[in-house]
Structure formats: C-alpha cells, structure tokens
C-alpha cells in the first residue's frame, strides 16, 4: 500500500531534550515536506526537499533541522524543543515538485512541557 | 506573495442540505488551486484541483469547486451533504512559478454535518 509513515503519533517532552520525528514514503517520490498545523493558523510549511540531499527553508522553519539523505526517509530534526513547538506535525510527499498532488502522513502529536 | 482567506472557519449543516465552503486568495501571478480534506485523526487527503482548463473542478464523491479568476475566488460546494462528509477543508494556493507542491493553506473551515 502506498502511504507516507511518520513515527511517532504522539510525544511528550520536555524543553531542550533533543528528538527526532521519522517520515518515511514507499512511493518512489522526489518531494517531501513537512508542515505543522495549529489552530487558527491552518498548515505551515517548515523545510522541504525537492530530491536527495536538497533541502529548503519553508515558512517558519526556525528551531527545526532535516535531512535527505536517501530518496524515501525525510527526519524532522528538534534540536533543543520549547513549548512553542508544540503541535500537530505532518509530512507529506509527492512524486516531483511540480503538480503532482501531495501524499500526508497521519500526522504526530508533539507537546513540549 | 500569496494567501489564502478562508472565511469561515465553521459551517455547521443539515444532512441532504447544499453547502459551500467559501475560499479566496491573492497572488501577483497565474496559480494552482487546491482542495484538501482532513478526516478526524488523519492526515490531509486531495478532494480536488485546478491547474488550467475549464474552471469547473469536480471530486468523486459530489463537491465541486469553481475557478473565478476576476474574484479570486475558489469557493467549495456540494448539492447534498452527508454525516460522512463531516471533516475540515482546507483551500491552497500554488504559483505556476514555485509548483504545485509549495502551497499557502488556509487556516481550515470545520464542517459539521447534522443529522
């Protein structure tokens, strides 16, 4: 089945403790990206990749880190969370960066205390 | 720059009853348009798209959306709604620039379908 895989679903941490969310895509796609959404603000985009070891700033991409390392893993990086991190986090595909429609995860739930 | 104003971010409905889900945006240049559905703990789902051709977009399960270029307009609607369409709908905007993949989300409109 094709799917986009984010581990985990839900995380509590605490403020400075450094922690990875995985992404993870079995469809051969060129695009990845990550977003997070909080109410009233819909979804914003933090970095995305447009191939392997190409990676750009979205819209609010400060406090996070990623990689592209190989073609199907794209890891969101907190290097030190604060509560302001806290969030729904999601990570979405698609097959290259022009039209092809965008595949998300089941998104992960972050609460930074 | 672009954006996207959704301006509701509530519609409650009556099931069998029409909707439109009301979505506007701004850009300096030609764009992709976008609707997405979100269903409660899910991720965001495709509903539909415009990218060029007739302004008339339909999904597969009835809603349909309408490119109006002089205002700016991509508004959602569906004749007949269903429990099962009860979720929240995100309109997003893509300049022909940047592709499709890089988009401007609207902040959501929640429906609720009545039964």
């Known amino acids: 089945e094709a799917q986009v895989t984010q581990n985990p679903r839900y995380l509590i941490t605490v403020t400075g403790k450094k922690l990875t969310v995985t992404c993870s895509q079995n469809?051969?796609?060129?695009?990845m990206s990550w977003y997070r959404q909080d109410p009233g603000l819909g979804l914003r985009q933090i970095y995305y990749?447009?191939?392997?070891?190409?990676?750009d700033k979205g819209d609010v991409p400060e406090g996070y880190k990623v990689s592209r390392k190989e073609k199907r893993n794209f890891p969101l990086i907190l290097e030190s969370p604060s509560p302001n991190q806290t969030s729904l986090y999601f990570c979405?595909?698609?097959?290259?960066?022009?039209?092809?429609?965008?595949?998300f995860g089941n998104g992960t739930r972050l609460t930074v205390t | 720059a672009q954006s996207v104003t959704q301006l509701d971010s509530q519609v409650p409905v009556f099931e069998e009853a029409p909707v439109e889900l009301r979505c506007n945006y701004s850009?300096?240049?030609?764009?992709?348009l976008f609707w997405y559905v979100q269903y409660p703990n899910q991720g965001l789902q495709l509903l539909l798209k415009?990218?060029?051709?007739?302004?008339l977009v339909e999904s597969i399960n009835g809603f349909e959306a309408e490119f109006n270029k002089s205002q700016t307009s991509f508004h959602l609607r569906k004749p007949s709604v269903h429990i099962s369409d009860t979720a929240e709908y995100f309109c997003?905007?893509?300049?022909?620039?940047?592709?499709?993949?890089?988009?401007?989300f609207g902040t959501g409109t929640r429906l609720t379908v009545i039964p």
């Open positions: 415009y990218l060029s051709g007739s302004t």
């Open positions: 850009s300096s240049v030609s764009v992709y």
């Open positions: 979405a595909s698609a097959r290259t960066g022009g039209v092809s429609p965008l595949h």
């Open positions: 990749s447009m191939n392997v070891e190409v990676t």
């Open positions: 997003a905007v893509s300049d022909q620039w940047t592709g499709a993949n890089n988009l401007f």
């Open positions: 469809m051969n796609h060129e695009y």
